[in-house]
């Protein structure tokens, strides 16, 4: 069969180790994941009761316009319906906006350490790739701005950025997006968006109303606890929007995902709750990290990456058979680091207990 030649050589997306698998492998009862950002208090228990009592029809297709959800993000965000895009999660949304504009004829930017999937999608649609090394873990803008060339279609900004937590102040940010041609998308990645407690972090919605080539993608997977319903969405104005629709697939979003993402952004409360224990669990590995002298990339997401200087995966292997399933940094491109999602109190004063004994042996 004639395969793109770049499909033959793509590594596959590898997700972290699931829970099944650890306590079948290593034979443990109780096994924490902290590797996948997943929110470690679950969902809003007014989504499980909407679920409970959902209607049971498998066998209908889903609303393909995704009504009740569009209409309740159009309230929440004071946006018109018309400037939402929804997503089999937002890593769908990467990928058609991927098939609408990248080509062998065009060129893409991303930083060096960023979300995999922009690279992923770019490789697969040949794309001219140009990943612009960061600085001390942020987006390196100035040398993005000048990797602009006649073939670029879309630059991706993650913020905060994945897998380092760092995120682009307001000021830095409009001074990037004032610079960049109208001809070309922004894509700005606000996964972690809800988690962010910075003062000069920027209001990218009413950022959509100011740049016209700006879209952004936001997910239901990480404070809102419904990674696996998968619903993501993508805001920006019409004209963006209009573009995009013919590349997303039918019925892309489930309908106990649409049903569940409704009932979600109307507990804010929740969302609150969740972001508060948050920075107190970042603060107990702040203090771990101060202590022991290790480096580490203050964060505005529910994760931290760590510079342990010892081989990443070691870590991660000793954290496994001990129960703790992580994420080495070597996959993304820090070798000697892990990457930790923020747990409950409990969790992570266990993790922090089992990667204390591990340091002290190394």
């Not at 999608?121 to 000048?146: F, Q, R, S, W, Y």
């Not at 879309?154 to 994945?162: K, R, Y």
Request: aromatic share 10%; charged share 25%; proline share 4%.
């Amino acid at each position: 069969m004639r395969w793109k030649e770049q499909l033959l050589t793509l590594t596959p997306y590898k997700p972290g180790k699931s829970i099944e698998s650890v306590k079948r492998e290593y034979n443990l009862d109780n096994i924490v994941k902290l590797a996948s950002n997943e929110n470690p208090f679950g969902s809003s228990k007014k989504v499980l009761e909407a679920l409970q009592t959902a209607p049971a029809s498998l066998a209908i297709y889903p609303d393909g316009y995704a009504t009740a959800l569009r209409e309740e993000l159009a309230a929440f965000l004071h946006v018109n319906e018309e400037e939402i895009i929804l997503g089999n999660g937002s890593d769908n949304l990467i990928q058609m906006i991927s098939r609408a504009l990248l080509h062998p004829n065009a060129s893409t930017i991303m930083s060096e350490h960023t979300f995999s999937q922009y690279k992923h999608n770019a490789v697969i649609e040949g794309t001219v790739i140009k990943e612009i090394p960061d600085k001390d873990g942020e987006h390196d803008l100035k040398a993005m701005l000048e990797a602009i060339d006649e073939k670029t279609n879309v630059i991706w900004v993650c913020s905060p950025n994945n897998p380092t937590g760092t995120y682009i102040p307001e000021e830095r940010l409009t001074r990037f997006l004032d610079q960049v041609p109208e001809h070309i998308l922004i894509v700005l990645d606000e996964a972690y968006y809800e988690y962010v407690t910075a003062e000069d972090y920027y209001d990218s919605i009413s950022l959509t109303r100011k740049y016209p080539n700006l879209i952004v993608l936001r997910t239901f997977s990480k404070i809102y606890g419904l990674a696996s319903l998968r619903v993501g969405y993508g805001v920006a104005n019409r004209a963006i929007i209009k573009a995009l629709e013919p590349a997303r697939e039918p019925f892309n979003a489930n309908s106990l995902g649409q049903l569940a993402a409704a009932v979600a952004i109307r507990d804010q409360e929740f969302v609150q709750f969740c972001r508060e224990q948050n920075r107190q669990g970042l603060a107990q590995y702040y203090d771990f990290c101060e202590q022991r002298n290790l480096k580490y990339y203050p964060t505005q997401t529910n994760f931290i990456l760590i510079d342990l200087e010892v081989d990443s995966d070691e870590a991660f292997q000793y954290l496994l058979e001990r129960g703790y399933i992580v994420r080495s940094g070597k996959a993304l491109g820090f070798p000697t680091a892990i990457r930790i999602t923020v747990g409950t109190k409990e969790q992570n004063e266990g993790l922090l207990s089992a990667l204390s004994d591990f340091l002290n042996k190394n």
